[in-house]
């Protein structure tokens, strides 16, 4: 079938499938808007980098959520909450390759994500808290988590001390600031 690729690419405004024609029809000209999505994941990146630690998780969560959205057609004024599996909403495997694809080529990666990235992170907070830990090398979440259990432990023995007579305490104590 005769198609006018620059007329079907500058009519398709649901920017799902650029980086495939891009690549395929490489000697087709391309709409400048689709040139400019392609160079978002540098920008992006850039703009990670320029943003506050504090705040980079953040940001790179809205990232994953706009190119879920984008993936799965959804509307972008709906919002996907981070801890809801994407395949309640839809996300099948060809869905989830291209979501994976989209995600490296959008941050400009030099490697390839897994084939199984989205399924082995099935959430937009799990896919974030892998990219901010394997990709970006950021260790900010796990030192929350880290403080959470110790904060649990912590409460527990709490808990369980209430309950020892003075001399199972002192039996500890002593024990305790006798080791090396």
Partial sequence: MPVDWPKFLANDKSDR???????????????TEIVASQKDGV????????TPPNKRRSLLLEYVRNQATKVLSLDASFTIDPKQPLTSLGLDSLMAVELRNLLGSGLNLTRSFPATLVFDYPTLAALTAYLAKEVFGWDDGG??????????????????????????????????????
């Fill in 143 to 180: 030192g929350k988590e880290t403080q959470r259990t110790t904060e649990v432990a912590l409460s527990k023995f709490l808990d369980n001390l209430e309950d020892l007579s003075e001399q199972e305490v002192d039996r500890l104590f002593t024990e305790r600031t006798e080791r090396p």
């Fill in 43 to 50: 920008d992006f990146r850039l703009q990670l980098e320029q």
């Fill in 17 to 31: 499938q650029h980086h495939f024609f891009a690549t395929v029809f490489s000697g087709t000209t391309v709409p």
